[in-house]
């Protein structure tokens, strides 16, 4: 604890006399300083032990008295020293009154007290509750250092929380909880997210104090790593402000995680090297060496279905994704392959688990985003993303081709997400949309639409009616309501316009195809 008036009081080598404040004697003591001007507020800064003599002051006239003790009291003097014996035998009643009804303690130094014993026995209190802190500050850290080194991170904020006297919380990339200490903080924490979501938005090392939940207590956040952008964050929630040796544990605490969190990142990116070696064997077709390599690692992952994610955007939002899938997996316990190419991530992840359904809420959330501002199709730096239907390791270049032909109908659509099972559960009839598309159908089509321009036949008509009927000439002509030899010539004259035989089953297909393609505009 720092000095106070009542312990200025109580040191028996001052024999200093309470004469006025006795019930505000508890107040801390920055500094005890020696003045004789008549208004030494503007070298005051706010806590000090004020000592004079009375030398310059007109110490009986009771307005004068009034007037100097409130400009002290308003900038923060916490006591008045008089020293009788030297201008005054004892402190005069317009000094004593003032202070009384300013609430100012007052307290009367014996002519044998010389200030400096008094300015020493607060610096010697000051530095002893300073080494006190420091002392306190280093047992704090060795202990933080043993719980993380022990028990992890949960450890390391239990030892936290014991040495606040309060609780802390752990959040991960993606503003999630990831741990907390005590356990009944957890739900305090977790109303904070939106806290730590804006703290995330600035560059590390960032910190705020927010009120706690409900005004219940006061809580501290720092942002926790060394990037541009925070790996995690941390809460610490007391009744009030960090004393000394508190702010010690908790930057001990910042320090420790923040290099559990570098450590981890560094294991991640090795992580990542070996992820993108295994997802080279399996595209190559080498499932057996890619088990071998995954080992404990990813093995898990390859022994249950599992969905192939590609996705292109910029950085920031790739960025995103790769947050929320990685911090939703670790969440779930489960494993996920994540391999960075560029603007492009390949993920692969267990089908039906946390990893793909993150996936598919950010992507629902970048949706969102762009219904908000009322754009027709996605940005070009926008996300896409495509998701192959479950696969296995044996079929791993197949659900990777199945993940791009997603991503490339998302961007022909301006979707963000894609489902490979979406399009194979679909009709075909979307995607004859594609401008392409329309354009063969458009040509191959252009002779018998001139052809009927002339008014000599309806040879589109008869030829969607015909192949609608699968070649059948009496159900065709009747929905002509033509004879069937009518029927048949014009068949044989949209075979001797387009110069292909309709026996042949591929040019009855396009026909039809391009057939619906104009339908359609």
Known sequence: MPPTLASLVHHSALKLTVRAGEDRLDVPVRWAHVSELADPVPYMEGGELLLITALKLDAEDPQAMLKYVKRLVGAGVVGLGFAVGVNYDEIPKALVDAAEREGLPLLEVPRRTPFLAISKAVSAAIAADQYRAVTAGFAAQRELTRQALNAGPEGLLTALAAQVDGWAALYDASGAVVATAPEWAGRRAAR??????????RPAPASSVVGGPDNEDRVELHSLGTGRRPRAALAVGTASALGTAERYAVHSAIALLTLTT???????????????????????GQPDHARAVAGDLYGRLLDAPFRMIVADAGGELLAGLVEAVESAAARAGEAVLVVPEGERLVVLAADGGAAVTACVEYAAAREAARAVREQASADADDLVVGLSAPSGPIAAAGAYKQAEQALSVARRRGRILVEHDQLASGSVLPLLADDAVKAFADGLLRPLYEHDATGRGDLVASLRAWLSRHGQWDAAAADLGVHRHTLRYRMRRVEEILGRSLDDPDVRMELWLALKATSAE
Do not use: D, F, P
């Open 262 to 284: 570098e450590r981890s990142r560094s294991l991640h990116a090795a992580e990542q090297r070996v992820g993108a070696a295994v997802l080279r064997m399996l595209l190559a």
């Open 192 to 201: 904070l997210t939106a806290e730590v979501e804006r703290l995330r938005e």
